[in-house]
C-alpha cells in the first residue's frame, strides 16, 4: 500500500479493549462507535457493522423482501451478489453494462426487471460510481430496493453525494485489500427505519431470533481498527489519486489501448487501475503485448474472469441446496423463466477478455515505476 496503514491508533484502541477485557461486539463499545462515526461520516440515519462485506450482501438481500420464487438483478462483472441472493433462495438475474465504463446500464436494469424483481445490486466498480441517479430512479419507479456495493468505492462523490448514499442501502468492505481494512468486516447504511431493523436482525440475533438468522458480528478488535482506519481513510485516497493519474498517463497517445471513462459528475476512488485492449482492431498481437507486460515484472491481469458471472457453474447448475433444483428449478414458488445463456449481456461478454488492470493502491513513487513498464511494454509490442 502507499502509506502506513497501522500507524495512527490502533494499537492505543487495541490495548482498551484488551484491559476492558470484553472482546464480543457490543452497541456500547467500539462496534457502536465505529457504526455512529461511519453514519455521521456518510451523512446518514443507520450503520450497521458485521464481520465481512459478503455477510451484509446476504442480510440486504433478505431486508429487500427477496427469498423464494423472487428474482434479485445482479451486475455480471463481479458474482457476490449473485451469491447472496442464492444464500436466500432468491434467484440471480443480470442487467449488462456499459462499454466504457464496465458499470451497470440503467436502461439494460429498467428492461431486466420483472414482476418477480425484488432489489437491484449495482457495483461501484474498481472506484468509480455507475449512474446512481438513473439507476436509483429505475428503482423507484419498479418500487423495487437499490442496493449499492461500495467494496471498492469509499468516501467515492457522485454528482454531490457519496456512493453508498444514493440507493437505499449502500455495503462497504474492510478485508485487507479495501481503502480502509479491519481485516475482514463490512458495513451498511441506510436512512430507511425498516430497512436498517431487517438487515440488523438478521445480520446478529441474540437469545431468539425473530427471523432465519446468523450471528455476523463484527468483534470489538476489528471495531477498534476500523475507527483508527476511518480517521486517515481520505488521506489513503487521495494518495491513490496522484497514483491513477500516473498510471492514466501511461495511455496517453495509444490508439489500441482504451482508457475506462469517468462521466462528468463522477469522482474516483482509486482501486484497481483498468483499460481494454483494443489491438486486434490495429493489427496488434495480444500475446506479444501480454509478454511484454507481463516482462516488466510487476502485477498485471489480462482478461480478469474472461466470463460473466452467470456463466460460473454455480449459478448455470443448481449447485445451492444440496444439488435439489433450488432456486431456479423446479421451485414451486417460481412464476417466471430465467436462461443463463450466451448472449445474456453481450457488452459484460465483449469487455471481460479485454480488460487489463492492475492495483493503483500504491504510492505516487510506485505507480509512476509501474507507468515506465507499462509505456515500455506498449514500445516494445509497436515495434513488433
Same mark, same amino acid.
Given at each position: 500500500?502507499?502509506v502506513?496503514?497501522?500507524?495512527?491508533?490502533e494499537?492505543?484502541?487495541?490495548?482498551?479493549?484488551?484491559?476492558?477485557?470484553?472482546?464480543a461486539?457490543?452497541?456500547?463499545? @467500539?462496534?457502536?462507535?465505529?457504526?455512529?462515526? @461511519?453514519?455521521?461520516?456518510?451523512?446518514?440515519?443507520?450503520? *450497521?457493522?458485521?464481520?465481512?462485506?459478503?455477510?451484509?450482501? *446476504?442480510?440486504?438481500?433478505?431486508a429487500?423482501?427477496?427469498?423464494?420464487?423472487?428474482e434479485?438483478?445482479?451486475?455480471?462483472?463481479?458474482? @457476490?451478489?449473485a451469491?447472496?441472493a442464492?444464500?436466500?433462495?432468491?434467484?440471480?438475474?443480470?442487467?449488462?453494462?456499459?462499454?466504457?465504463?464496465?458499470?451497470?446500464?440503467?436502461?439494460?436494469?429498467?428492461?431486466?426487471?420483472?414482476?418477480?424483481?425484488?432489489?437491484?445490486? $449495482?457495483?461501484?466498480?474498481?472506484?468509480?460510481?455507475?449512474?446512481? +441517479?438513473?439507476?436509483?430512479?429505475?428503482a423507484?419507479?419498479?418500487k423495487?430496493v437499490?442496493?449499492?456495493?461500495?467494496?471498492?468505492?469509499?468516501?467515492?462523490?457522485?454528482?454531490?453525494?457519496?456512493?453508498?448514499?444514493? %440507493?437505499?442501502?449502500g455495503?462497504?468492505?474492510?478485508?485487507?485489500?479495501?481503502?480502509?481494512?479491519?481485516?475482514?468486516?463490512?458495513?451498511?447504511?441506510?436512512?430507511d +427505519?425498516?430497512?436498517?431493523?431487517?438487515?440488523?436482525?438478521?445480520?446478529?440475533?441474540?437469545?431468539?431470533?425473530?427471523?432465519l438468522?446468523? $450471528?455476523?458480528?463484527?468483534?470489538?478488535?476489528?471495531a477498534? *481498527?476500523?475507527?483508527?482506519?476511518?480517521?486517515?481513510?481520505?488521506?489513503?485516497?487521495e494518495?491513490?489519486?496522484?497514483?491513477?493519474?500516473?498510471?492514466?498517463?501511461?495511455?496517453? %497517445?495509444?490508439?489500441?489501448?482504451q482508457?475506462?471513462?469517468?462521466?462528468?459528475?463522477?469522482?474516483?476512488?482509486?482501486?484497481?487501475?483498468?483499460?481494454?485492449?483494443?489491438?486486434?482492431?490495429?493489427? *496488434? +498481437?495480444? +500475446?506479444?503485448?501480454?509478454?511484454?507486460?507481463?516482462?516488466? %515484472?510487476?502485477?498485471?491481469?489480462?482478461? @480478469?474472469t474472461?466470463?460473466?458471472?452467470?456463466?460460473?457453474?454455480?449459478?448455470?447448475?443448481?449447485?445451492?441446496y444440496?444439488d435439489?433444483?433450488?432456486?431456479?428449478?423446479?421451485?414451486?414458488y417460481y412464476e417466471?423463466s430465467?436462461?443463463?445463456?450466451?448472449?445474456?449481456?453481450?457488452?459484460?461478454?465483449?469487455v471481460?477478455?479485454?480488460?487489463?488492470?492492475?492495483?493503483?493502491?500504491?504510492?505516487?513513487?510506485?505507480?509512476?515505476?509501474?507507468?515506465?513498464?507499462?509505456?515500455?511494454?506498449?514500445?516494445?509490442?509497436?515495434?513488433?
Open positions: 500500500m502507499g502506513d496503514r497501522f500507524d495512527g491508533k494499537l492505543e484502541y487495541l490495548g482498551r479493549i484488551l484491559s476492558s477485557g470484553s472482546l461486539g457490543r452497541g456500547d463499545g @467500539f462496534v457502536g462507535e465505529l457504526e455512529r462515526a @461511519f453514519a455521521e461520516a456518510y451523512g446518514v440515519q443507520h450503520a *450497521i457493522a458485521a464481520n465481512a462485506a459478503m455477510s451484509l450482501l *446476504i442480510s440486504s438481500t433478505f429487500a423482501g427477496a427469498g423464494a420464487g423472487d434479485v438483478l445482479c451486475d455480471p462483472i463481479v458474482q @457476490f451478489h451469491i447472496g442464492l444464500w436466500q433462495n432468491a434467484i440471480p438475474t443480470w442487467a449488462d453494462v456499459c462499454a466504457d465504463t464496465w458499470l451497470m446500464d440503467p436502461e439494460s436494469a429498467r428492461a431486466n426487471i420483472t414482476p418477480q424483481t425484488k432489489a437491484i445490486f $449495482v457495483t461501484n466498480l474498481w472506484g468509480q460510481p455507475a449512474e446512481l +441517479d438513473a439507476l436509483k430512479r429505475v423507484d419507479e419498479r423495487v437499490l442496493i449499492e456495493d461500495c467494496a471498492h468505492a469509499m468516501f467515492l462523490p457522485y454528482k454531490g453525494r457519496y456512493a453508498g448514499t444514493w %440507493g437505499h442501502v455495503i462497504f468492505s474492510f478485508c485487507q485489500g479495501k481503502h480502509m481494512t479491519t481485516g475482514d468486516g463490512g458495513m451498511a447504511i441506510t436512512d +427505519d425498516e430497512l436498517a431493523a431487517r438487515i440488523r436482525s438478521v445480520t446478529c440475533f441474540g437469545e431468539s431470533p425473530p427471523h438468522a446468523t $450471528v455476523f458480528r463484527m468483534t470489538e478488535m476489528q477498534a *481498527i476500523g475507527l483508527a482506519q476511518l480517521e486517515r481513510v481520505k488521506g489513503y485516497i494518495e491513490y489519486q496522484r497514483a491513477y493519474a500516473q498510471l492514466s498517463a501511461a495511455l496517453e %497517445g495509444c490508439a489500441w489501448l482508457p475506462r471513462a469517468i462521466r462528468e459528475g463522477c469522482g474516483n476512488s482509486p482501486y484497481i487501475f483498468s483499460f481494454l485492449y483494443r489491438g486486434d482492431e490495429h493489427g *496488434i +498481437d495480444l +500475446d506479444a503485448f501480454k509478454q511484454a507486460l507481463f516482462a516488466t %515484472g510487476d502485477y498485471w491481469n489480462v482478461g @480478469f474472461q466470463v460473466p458471472a452467470y456463466k460460473y457453474k454455480l449459478f448455470t447448475h443448481p449447485l445451492a444440496q435439489k433444483g433450488c432456486p431456479r428449478h423446479q421451485c414451486p417466471g430465467y436462461e443463463y445463456r450466451d448472449g445474456l449481456c453481450p457488452t459484460a461478454e465483449a471481460l477478455p479485454r480488460l487489463v488492470n492492475t492495483n493503483c493502491m500504491v504510492s505516487e513513487e510506485t505507480a509512476k515505476r509501474v507507468a515506465e513498464g507499462l509505456r515500455r511494454a506498449i514500445e516494445t509490442t509497436e515495434k513488433g
